[in-house]
């Protein structure tokens, strides 16, 4: 479904931060680098102040910072691991190319190298690894499936360049379709520039895009924040904060701040891959093989319009045919093509989902199995 699901890189300004670990009392994510990221079962109430959950996530968020062959620029990112293990957002660290450098700073004060340990420019995110470091804080992780809109959040990052940042504010809405796109100097789509800390404007390789579910909140997110935490008040990571929305849609970050509209990834959709990273495997997405786009503006339907089906593919075998609008996936509403794409960027593949649909004006369903990118460059 459209080339926007397979490339990396959000422009605007975000975080990162990474799955799936919560109970009553916070379980850290993993005390290893060589162990995947663990979920469990969580409690679903709110129990801390801010200054309760600043005191507890600083520890484990830390400001990235990254240079390369002509630029530099710093972001945010979450520790995963006792010895070193950090998730970042990829447009952070893709800056450093193959002759550049990271250098971490720690919330304690101190700095050391890091390297990467994998990307996957698909979900915009990143692995890197801090060296010779132990005994770090590993953050907690939370589940984003969980979150309510209205509920109480907390971002924690690097705006600016200014470490240690803590801001709030609630979850504005959620699943809501964000698709960021750059050309070579210049973001093709209304989020705002890179976000990097020292106010330049980076942007990753021509024609980079990425296509999420994303989390709104109107906790106050700006260029530098990207690979931070967005946590709820028990302090546990539901969100990897990643772009902004700008009043002028300007990549300038010196006019491109806050206005309200921050997106994050939600953390249960990013754990698979944060652990296929660890793993040292290439991160695979689901896959619907269709080509769609939205449905025309002077009809009633709303939905995603079904261009081609690919022969084998996983729309293909659930009976859809071109001219379908796809409305439904599950219990969630297709307003569009973004938002279709948004939807499957959740799954993994070989999940099944209900696919509602008109045909010649008459609704439809169907059960469709996800398939896999793995070997394939479309989605």
Known sequence: MVGALLLGGAAGVGG?????????????????ASGPVQATNAASSASGSVEKVAASVLPSVVKINVTGNSASGSGSGIILSADGNILTNNHVVSLAGNGGSITVNFNDGKTVKATVVGTDPVTDLAVIHAQGVSGLTPATIGRSSSLQVGQAVVAVGSP???????????VSALNRPVSVSTSE??????????????????????????????IQTDAAINPGNSGGALVDMSGRVVGVNSSIRTADGASDSSTGGSIGLG??????????????????????????????????????AQGALVRTVESGGAAAAAGLRNGDVITKVDDELIDGSESLIATVRGHRPGDKVTLTYLRNGKTETTTATLGSDASSSTS
């Open 185 to 214: 100097q210049v973001p093709t789509s209304p989020f705002g520039g890179f976000g990097f800390g020292n106010g330049q404007s980076q942007q990753p390789s021509a024609g980079s895009s990425t296509t999420y579910p994303a």
């Open 263 to 300: 997106f994050a990834i939600p953390i249960d959709e990013v754990l698979p891959i944060v652990n296929q990273i660890i793993e040292h495997q290439k991160p695979t997405h689901a896959r619907l093989a269709v080509t769609v786009s939205d449905v025309s503006s002077n009809t009633l």
């Open 160 to 170: 600016y360049g200014l470490n240690s940042t803590v801001t709030s504010g609630i």
């Open 16 to 32: 990162a931060a990474w799955y799936d670990a919560w109970n009553g009392s916070g379980t850290p994510v993993a005390a290893s």
